[in-house]
Each structure stands twice: as C-alpha cells, then as structure tokens.
C-alpha cells in the first residue's frame, strides 16, 4: 500500500499549484482521503477530504474557497487544486488515506493508516 505525493513548489504569493496523490487501487476504492499540511513548530493539520465514497469535500476554515480537493478514481489520484496561495500555506502536505476511520475523526491525522511522503510547497510574498 503506497500513497506518492508530488507537484510541490515554489511559488508566489497569490499564485496556484496542483497537488497529486497516486494510490494502489485498493486504497483509494471507497477509502477516506485527505490532504494534511505541517509547518516547523506546528501540528500536522488537515486541510481537506472526502469521507469516504461521499462526494462532498471537507475543508478547514483557513483553505475554504482558495483550495478544491477532487478525486479521479479510475486513475487513482487525489488532487488539491490550490488558488490564491499565501505565504501561511508554506508547509509540507502530505495525503493520507484510511479505510476503517470513523466521520467523527475526518480530521484527526492519528486516525490515518496511510500516509504520503510529503511535498514541499513555499509561498514567498
């Protein structure tokens, strides 16, 4: 069971970049997927997700309106489109995937079996 993160970056503020996430076939089917970021210092937070095979996205309140999570399941891939990128973004995100989670834990990075490598994405202002 693999996730490979990529499309990491170095970017401007204000600028967009798309995030990918390919999974083996049967962790994305019907799994939980979500996209989580790390700065130095600070917890691991979540950023957005789909619960399971529910098509409605999740976001945090920082992202929501800037970022679009989507998933293509015939290819297997996680994205997160992100707009309008400010140097509070910068972090490593990572995707994570979990097929026993529960709603309640959508955001809970312990609640994650599988987890990315992680991208670098740095915003400069």
């Known amino acids: 069971v693999q996730l490979q993160a990529s499309g990491g970056g170095l970017v401007q503020a204000g600028g967009s970049l798309r995030l990918s996430c390919a999974a083996s076939g049967r962790t994305f089917s019907g799994a939980t997927l979500a996209w989580f970021r790390q700065s130095p210092g600070k917890e691991r937070e979540f950023v957005a997700g789909f619960f399971r095979t529910n098509s409605n996205p999740f976001y945090s309140d920082s992202v929501k309106g800037r970022f679009t999570i989507s998933r293509d399941n015939a290819k297997s891939t996680l994205y997160l489109q992100m707009n309008s990128l400010q140097s509070e973004d910068t972090a490593v995100y990572y995707c994570?995937?979990?097929?026993?989670?529960?709603?309640?834990?959508?955001?809970?990075?312990?609640?994650?079996?599988?987890w990315g490598q992680g991208t670098q994405v740095t915003v400069s202002s």
């Open positions: 994570a995937a979990s097929r026993t989670i529960i709603f309640s834990n959508l955001r809970e990075p312990s609640a994650y079996n599988y």
